[in-house]
């Protein structure tokens, strides 16, 4: 039994220990650094924080001096479109999950997903928000896509189980998302609360299954998200507050016995349903662990405070804080372990990570303009990938990877409208090939017009979920990639320049 007397500071102390904070910028604010002795659970890191590699590990050292519970040291490292890593002076550039589950070779995925574990265990990264679970089954999902390793949870099955446990032989802890799924979605839960009103038996086909195998498969954590299942709550509910969704059915009956997160609770998907201390009460009585924060605030200081008051009262939360607490704490004392070092070496570990890039790249239609010829004259029509956030960092385009043929780079609005179209087309030479590049055209279909009013020959390049490859029609050659990174820039640069019969 629980000792239901405690006092305020004692049960403020216990629920910090289930919060995982973030902060704006590359200096930690006065107010994280207090929090830390007086019992935080943990620091979430995002692009903005992590810029300069070694002075980010002496960061986490002075974090770590200064914690009196260790801390769980936390990003989302998917690979891809999401790399909490793209700002960094030094770093390793990976593969998009759905690239990663083109490949048939196992060994492959493991090593990818390996050298992803030494990178983060160099930065002294303890806990990774990863991988995705949701199989992508929605072609208009607007924030899965190639974070899903595909549309099937045979794939997703395989391939997240290959990347758990190359984290889990690292020392780094693995996080499944997004429970119960958000691969169905067509709203961003950053924005609002999705509803997935799918029959509970289809759902759980080709959803449910997967986070059911992770946990047979003994995932460290689960990250619920904030949408509603008519089949959990008939009211609106998000999962993440639902005790139907995690204390029935993730703790009873999927007996799972590992960490429980929120996703950010500063969505919307959230925020434009509940207050502040309305959702970390409702959160921590529905049975959740650990509730994340992406950005640490004076009034969020204030609501723990308050809240520790009403625990004072409330038997129903103080017990559901207690019994957080001693979770976190005991998985702590039997997981935490102090990193053993491992050389990182960079410019090897990044050769291997572009070697098994362009095994993921695929020949979908070959021609005789392919090879590349160096008589010939090329232009490259590329969307701006500034308007995507995770690809802004990224500052080479295709051209710089092909040096000895006659190429210039066109860019083209993602959506690109009519004007913009015929600005772009009066750009091109008749005597041109064109290398167009698409990015989810069944989403942004002004792609489709700019790509259909140039009449010269035409290389298509897929950058991102398949379906452009049956949307574009009149196109000599297909080559796709499923991701936008370096590394398949530099395979598709070779694929373009060599004569592969193989596809």
């Not at 949307?471 to 820039?489: D, M, Q, R, V, Y």
């Amino acid at each position: 039994m629980y000792d239901y007397s405690m006092k305020k500071d004692e049960l403020k102390q216990k629920i910090l220990q289930t919060l995982i904070f973030g902060y704006e910028g590359e200096q930690p604010p006065a107010k994280l650094w207090e929090l830390i002795p007086k019992g935080l659970g943990g620091i979430i890191f995002f692009a903005e924080n992590i810029k300069i590699r070694n002075e980010f590990k002496s960061l986490i050292k002075r974090f770590k001096k200064l914690a009196t519970i260790p801390l769980f040291f936390s990003t989302d490292q998917e690979g891809g479109l999401v790399e909490r890593t793209i700002f960094l002076d030094i770093k390793n550039e990976y593969l998009t999950p759905k690239a990663i589950s083109r490949l048939e070779n196992q060994e492959y995925i493991k090593n990818h997903y390996e050298l992803m574990a030494i990178d983060l265990r160099d930065l002294g990264i303890n806990f990774n928000l990863a991988p995705v679970l949701d199989v992508n089954t929605n072609p208009n999902n607007p924030i899965i896509g190639v974070r899903s390793f595909g549309n099937n949870p045979f794939i997703v099955n395989k391939c997240s189980q290959i990347a758990i446990n190359a984290f889990k032989n690292i020392h780094i802890f693995s996080c499944a998302k997004h429970f119960a799924g958000h691969g169905d979605t067509e709203i961003d839960s950053h924005k609002k609360m999705p509803r997935i009103a799918m029959e509970y038996e289809k759902f759980y086909k080709n959803h449910l299954v997967c986070f059911e195998y992770a946990i047979q498969n003994n995932i460290d954590a689960i990250m619920v998200s904030h949408i509603h299942f008519p089949f959990f709550d008939e009211v609106k509910t998000p999962a993440s507050l639902s005790q139907n969704a995690i204390e029935i059915y993730l703790k009873s009956i999927l007996k799972f016995k590992g960490l429980i997160l929120t996703d950010d609770m500063v969505m919307g998907g959230i925020t434009e349903n509940y207050g502040l201390k309305e959702s970390i009460i409702l959160a921590l009585k529905a049975g959740i662990d650990i509730l994340i924060f992406r950005n640490i605030t004076n009034e969020l200081i204030e609501t723990i405070d308050e809240i520790a008051q009403i625990a004072c009262e409330d038997k129903e939360l103080q017990n559901k804080i207690n019994t957080a607490y001693e979770k976190i704490v005991n998985f702590k004392n039997k997981n935490l372990v102090e990193f053993c070092p491992i050389p990182l070496q960079i410019k090897e570990n990044q050769q291997i990570i572009d070697k098994i890039a362009e095994k993921t790249i695929k020949i979908d239609k070959k021609s005789d303009i392919l090879p590349l010829q160096k008589e010939k004259k090329y232009t490259i029509i590329a969307f701006n990938t500034k308007e995507i956030y995770n690809l802004s960092a990224n500052h080479n385009k295709l051209s710089d990877f092909l040096p000895e043929f006659n190429v210039k780079e066109l860019s083209y609005p993602l959506d690109p409208n009519e004007d913009e179209i015929d600005k772009i087309t009066q750009l091109i030479d008749e005597n041109t090939v064109v290398i167009f590049l698409s990015y989810n055209a069944h989403i942004h279909k002004g792609q489709l017009k700019l790509f259909e009013k140039i009449k010269t020959q035409k290389i298509l390049v897929s950058c991102a979920l398949d379906y452009d490859i049956k949307l574009f029609g009149g196109a000599e050659s297909i080559i796709s990639l499923c991701c936008f990174k370096n590394p398949s820039l530099k395979g598709l640069a070779k694929i373009l320049s060599k004569n592969y019969t193989k596809f």
